[in-house]
């Protein structure tokens, strides 16, 4: 049984978004790649759904990592971010979202970027709200929650500092 106060658990699986993006000239900077912005726009898109998904409620980016572009993304591209929770606290999140770009007349797939991203789930009122206890499922769960919690106590400590 679950209440507002104890969310039930939830497996790593349960928040896996994957989302797809094909890069158009709109989506351009003025060197003829896809803008940074367009990027970190598309990474807090994916990351918020993995938030949610997660915690079944509405939430809100409150932190991103730093992020480091790895190389450009050619106009063109089939782009596509891969999301998941990484660590589950009382009301917030980490998701850790990587960035893939595909050459689609090649098959070439690079690892573009990846970032880390802290969400708050919101109540009806707007306030902070539970979220479910995150379940590994696997070694490689296991050792992105061990990392995320790292980071988390780090990011405590910086804001406390």
């Known amino acids: 049984m679950t209440d ?12 896996r978004v994957v989302l797809s993006h094909v890069m158009n000239p709109a989506d351009a900077n003025p060197l003829g790649s ?4 367009v990027i970190l726009r598309l990474v807090d898109e994916a990351g918020g759904v993995a938030a949610a998904r997660h915690a ?5 980016t409150v932190a991103m990592d730093s992020m ?3 190389s450009p993304v050619p106009i063109g591209s089939l782009v596509t971010f891969k999301a998941s929770v990484n660590y589950a606290g009382t009301t917030s999140m980490e998701v850790g979202v990587r960035v893939e770009t595909e ?3 090649t098959g070439e797939v690079r690892h573009t970027s990846s970032a880390y991203l802290v969400y708050v789930a919101l109540d ?4 902070p709200s539970p979220v479910p206890r995150l379940i590994p499922e696997t070694g490689e769960d296991r050792r992105r929650i061990a990392a995320a919690e790292a980071r988390m106590a780090a990011r ?4 406390k500092g």
Not at 8 to 14: R, T
Not at 124 to 127: C, H, I, L, P
Not at 156 to 159: E, M, V
């Open 56 to 60: 079944r409620r509405p939430t809100v």
């Open 103 to 105: 050459n689609l007349l």
């Open 34 to 37: 896809v803008h940074g912005g």
């Open 156 to 159: 405590l400590r910086q804001r």
């Open 124 to 127: 009806e009122k707007g306030q």
């Open 4 to 15: 507002a106060r104890n969310p039930q658990a939830k497996p790593v699986s349960a928040s």
């Open 68 to 70: 480091t572009f790895r």
